[in-house]
């Protein structure tokens, strides 16, 4: 699909679970308790933001992936990193935009998009395993006293890569926002 297809300047890249009742006739079945439909196939998925078309699928394999199977292509540098890559290919050099899951936030696998000409933009919600390099106390604190609508933008770099950590005080927490293609507007409180 993805060699007759072109997709707009922005594209959502999510896990979509295909409902299928019976294991036994079902290759990949899982079991995925937070789903609305938990049994089935799980995929990953990338679609068009404008025509809502799917252009690239692939299938969760989980644990009954075969060790005789080769590798996915960019497993080396680490699953969600190579999935993501994988997922992309097709937009490479095209300087869109890919808008991904909270699942999918990690700044390696979004720094590694620009390098491949492609931007990117994850909500951070992670409560177990909080994204690397992010300063989540240091934004926390900083928001603590202000009031909510309150914006700001914290810039940071990584192997030479510019990314920003969009943030908005919330009434009961702060919205975070990590994001490769930057900000039009100058940076420092502003309130709305």
Known sequence: MSKCFSSGWMTC??????????????????????????????????ACGHSNVLFQVELVKGKDF?????????????????????????????GKIVILDSGFCVLQGLLSFVKHGVFAAALIKKQKYWPKYIRRDEIQQDFSSLSVGTCDAWRGSLDGVDFHDFCMKEPTYVMMLMSTYGTLHPMGHIKH
């Open 13 to 46: 890249l999510d896990k979509y679970m295909s409902p299928w009742m019976s294991q036994f006739t079902c290759p990949g079945f899982m079991f995925v308790p937070r789903k609305p439909w938990p049994f089935g196939n799980e995929w990953h998925t990338i």
């Open 66 to 94: 075969p060790k005789e199977q080769p590798m996915p292509e960019f497993n080396e540098l680490g699953k969600t990193v190579g999935l993501l890559l994988c997922l992309t290919k097709p937009l490479w050099g095209t």
